[in-house]
């Protein structure tokens, strides 16, 4: 099966037979279901809907936009558009909802539908609920002919940009006299339209890799190492200040460094939140999956660190519950709520640009003086019917004596190190995260907890 219907959405990949793959019927079904959730909030009639570069974009929003007019909903259609970009748009424009058709970081056969709420934020886990009990009855009403929606087409990332310039940490002054020259892998997506003009602005030189948005991703879209081998070269042969690469909606980002080696996607917001709290104090948020490298910041800077359950919705209410100045995700994902409240790769490379310029410092200099950790992942395969959440109580209990947090799985905090148990909810399996200052350590720590399940 490629199709997984959830309480964040949908998303399967595109071909194949009725049930088993992303379908027509699926995607008019789940906007229907959404479409009837936004009227019956009474909150307007007005949907912003953008979507990423895959071959199958085009196919996806003609059926989401249609469905949602028939439904009596005027649709605000972004187009080729990033994740972010599609966020603000639903705030700034009053939308009532709005819907990203990506698939993220998935391969270019996938494709997915994201919710938005009137905050431009992902629902709730109780509206995906809703929406999946909508599909299940098939409770779903259509619009009589006089009262269809209408489609308007709006280009929106020139606001977008011009939202992160205004910021005060983006020093665009200092970028300019930096005469940074950087490259960016566009990975054939919606990059190649949304990072140029950001760059410009801010009087960047670059070169673009895989900028052709058709869909026909150069390489696995996932912005990590082992795919970025063109990337690697690219900076090698043209002497560049930094390497930038994002995945095809543009809410995660990667650096790399001026000698073709990886910053790390887990350093993108430690770097990024060093370098807002010189400038700003306040908490700071990331899951329970990402580093500890952010805590260590957090206490060099004197404020507090604070870990949400993994997933985007989760770490935002915990940074709303805090008030954290900087938070996000282990994963390249950088949430600063004087913007949005969503993961945001353009005022990421921003911020990244400016802490170099103000700094002085290469991003070679900046990897150097960030805490260092080694994190190793993996998962124990147990037999079907094995009662897994009994499992991760026992093992809680077993540590009871250490840090401890349940909020989301079983993760043991030691001083320096730190393993996170988590249960699939498709496989009888629980992956195994697990972090130490060394590989070795980190891998023995994932061996000690496997033979102890």
């Not at 994201?114 to 929406?131: D, P, R, V, W, Y």
């Not at 892998?185 to 960047?204: E, K, Y």
């Not at 401890?404 to 988590?422: A, Y």
Request: one cysteine or more; a negative charge; glycine letters at 8%.
């Amino acid at each position: 099966m490629s199709l997984i219907k959830s309480i964040s959405g949908i998303r399967g990949t595109i071909g194949g037979k009725y049930n088993d793959n992303l379908t027509a019927l699926d995607i008019v079904e789940c906007t229907a279901a959404f479409a009837k959730f936004i009227l019956e909030q009474n909150k307007g009639k007005k949907v912003v809907v953008g979507r990423d570069g895959r071959i199958s974009g085009p196919m996806v929003a003609g059926l989401v936009n249609n469905t949602l007019i028939s439904m009596g909903l005027d649709v605000i259609d972004l187009g080729l558009s990033t994740t972010p970009t599609v966020e603000m748009a639903v705030t700034d424009l009053e939308a009532s909802a709005g819907i990203i058709i990506t698939a993220s970081h998935n391969p270019g056969q996938w494709n997915a539908l994201k919710f938005l709420n009137s905050k431009g934020e992902f629902i709730s886990a109780a509206t995906g609920t809703l929406l999946l009990k909508y599909i299940a009855e098939g409770s779903l009403q259509f619009a009589e002919v006089h009262e269809l929606g209408k489609i308007e087409s709006v280009n929106y990332m020139s606001e977008h940009i011009n939202h992160i310039l205004a910021l005060d940490l983006v020093d665009e002054k200092s970028i300019r006299k930096a005469k940074f020259h950087v490259i960016v892998d566009c990975i054939n997506s919606t990059g190649a339209l949304s990072i140029p003009p950001l760059l410009d602005r801010l009087g960047v030189s670059y070169k673009l890799i895989h900028e052709e948005v058709n869909g026909q991703f150069a390489h696995n879209p996932e912005p990590k190492e082992e795919h970025l081998q063109d990337l690697a070269k690219a900076i090698e042969e043209s002497n560049a200040d930094l390497g930038i690469a994002v995945d095809p909606d543009v809410d995660r980002l990667a650096f790399m460094n001026s000698d073709g080696t990886m910053f790390g996607e887990e350093y993108t917001l430690v770097a990024i939140a060093d370098y807002i709290l010189s400038e700003k104090k306040g908490p700071t948020v990331s899951n329970l999956s990402s580093t500890l490298a952010l805590r260590d910041i957090s206490d060099r800077h004197g404020v507090t660190y604070h870990a949400a359950a993994v997933g985007e919705v989760n770490v935002v209410n915990k940074m709303k519950e805090v008030n954290a100045v900087i938070g996000g995700e282990g994963n390249g994902g950088v949430i600063l709520p004087s913007l949005h409240y969503g993961r945001d790769a353009l005022v990421g490379i921003a911020l990244m640009l400016s802490y170099m310029a103000k700094s002085g410092k290469s991003i070679l200099d900046i990897k150097a003086g960030l805490p260092f950790y080694e994190m190793t992942k993996d998962k124990i395969d147990l037999a079907p019917g094995i009662d897994v959440d009994a499992i991760l109580y026992k093992m809680a209990k077993h540590f009871a004596s250490e840090e401890v947090s349940t909020i989301d799985g079983v993760k043991i905090i030691f001083d320096q190190e730190w393993v996170h148990l988590r249960k699939s909810n498709t496989e009888p399996i629980i992956r195994i995260y697990a972090e130490s200052k060394t590989k070795a350590k980190a891998d023995e720590l994932v061996q000690k907890i496997k033979v102890l399940i």
